[in-house]
């Protein structure tokens, strides 16, 4: 089996697209095919046996399309099915709440941590659990920001409502003295100045995402799985709806063009 096969990326929609865009930056020459369930989005209101039915199906999608190795970029998915996702993936796994649980901890002096992300994830006490494990003296404060998903997807990074939506969200933390803040969302990066300015700027915002990234090169180094081959990587995308709009807003969260977007059909909303 070759190196040069690709890593499967997977999310419920477009989102995961801000996990891909770290992973070209810390993983250069890495090929990476990517599924989105547009079909089926969003992931974060539903029931963890939905979700956990939907990511065994993501799983073998990826699969089939001929994987080393599998990235959950979606934090509902990371949260409630990463045990069904290992257990059904031929290839090494790894999700983005324990990079992003890793992360903050080593950031935080205070010992006070935020999470935002959506309902499915803070009720899953997913990232609480992963901190407390790696240290059991940090206090976590969760809130769920589920009006940061469409706000993010329709381009109002600075826009006067999200400035009031993110400011209701966020205020409960404040009062927590938090200092460090886990953005347990693929959308949220997309929104990480007005978060920032919320806060003050004195509060350290931890991107799964990128955490994720750096824990995936040391997954392939592990399982000797990194790609020898030094030419430009090759980007793959594949959805389960028409590709309508997922190019354009998809280069947003991706922060470069994405090229030919295939469907796979059979997915039923
Ligand atoms: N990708 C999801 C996550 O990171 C957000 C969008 C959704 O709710 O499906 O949790």
Same mark, same amino acid.
């Given at each position: 089996?070759?190196?040069?096969?690709?890593?499967?990326?997977?999310?419920?929609?477009?989102?995961?697209?801000? @996990?891909?865009?770290?992973?070209?930056?810390?993983?250069?020459? *890495?090929?990476?095919?990517?599924?989105?369930?547009?079909?089926?989005?969003?992931?974060?209101?539903?029931?963890?046996? @939905?979700?956990?039915?939907?990511?065994?199906?993501?799983?073998?999608?990826?699969?089939?399309?001929?994987?080393?190795?599998?990235?959950?970029?979606?934090?509902?998915? %990371?949260?409630?099915?990463?045990?069904?996702?290992?257990?059904?993936?031929?290839?090494?796994?790894?999700?983005?709440?324990?990079?992003?649980? !890793?992360?903050?901890?080593?950031?935080?002096?205070?010992?006070?941590?935020?999470?935002?992300?959506?309902?499915?994830? @803070?009720?899953?006490?997913?990232?609480?659990?992963?901190?407390?494990?790696?240290?059991?003296?940090?206090?976590?404060?969760?809130?769920?920001?589920?009006?940061?998903?469409?706000?993010?997807? *329709?381009?109002?990074?600075?826009?006067?409502?999200? *400035?009031?939506?993110?400011?209701?969200? /966020?205020?409960?933390?404040?009062?927590?003295?938090?200092?460090? =803040?886990?953005?347990?969302?693929?959308?949220?990066?997309?929104? %990480?100045?007005?978060?920032?300015?919320?806060?003050?700027?004195?509060?350290? =915002?931890?991107?799964?995402? !990128?955490?994720?990234?750096?824990?995936?090169? /040391?997954?392939?180094?592990?399982?000797?799985?990194? +790609?020898?081959?030094?030419?430009?990587? +090759?980007?793959?995308?594949?959805?389960?709806?028409?590709?309508?709009?997922?190019? !354009? @807003?998809? !280069?947003?969260? =991706?922060?470069?063009?994405?090229?030919?977007?295939?469907?796979?059909?059979?997915?039923?909303?």
């Amino acid at each position: 089996m070759s190196n040069s096969r690709p890593i499967g990326v997977f999310d419920s929609g477009i989102g995961g697209l801000t @996990v891909v865009r770290a992973m070209t930056r810390h993983l250069p020459h *890495e090929n990476i095919t990517y599924f989105g369930d547009t079909a089926r989005v969003p992931y974060g209101p539903k029931s963890s046996q @939905v979700v956990r039915d939907y990511a065994a199906q993501d799983t073998d999608v990826l699969m089939r399309l001929n994987v080393k190795a599998i990235v959950i970029a979606c934090n509902t998915v %990371s949260a409630v099915a990463l045990d069904v996702v290992q257990r059904r993936a031929k290839v090494p796994v790894i999700g983005v709440i324990i990079p992003g649980a !890793e992360a903050a901890v080593l950031a935080t002096s205070k010992k006070r941590v935020g999470i935002i992300g959506t309902i499915g994830t @803070v009720n899953s006490n997913a990232y609480t659990n992963a901190i407390r494990q790696l240290d059991p003296g940090v206090q976590v404060f969760a809130q769920p920001c589920p009006l940061f998903v469409p706000l993010a997807e *329709e381009g109002w990074i600075d826009h006067k409502a999200t *400035e009031l939506v993110a400011r209701e969200y /966020l205020f409960p933390l404040t009062l927590q003295k938090i200092d460090t =803040l886990i953005l347990g969302c693929t959308h949220y990066p997309l929104l %990480s100045d007005v978060i920032g300015r919320i806060l003050h700027h004195d509060v350290t =915002l931890i991107d799964s995402g !990128e955490a994720t990234a750096r824990a995936v090169s /040391l997954m392939l180094d592990q399982h000797d799985l990194s +790609n020898p081959s030094r030419m430009k990587p +090759n980007l793959q995308f594949y959805v389960s709806d028409v590709p309508y709009k997922f190019s !354009e @807003v998809g !280069e947003r969260f =991706l922060g470069q063009k994405l090229g030919m977007v295939h469907r796979i059909a059979g997915f039923a909303a």
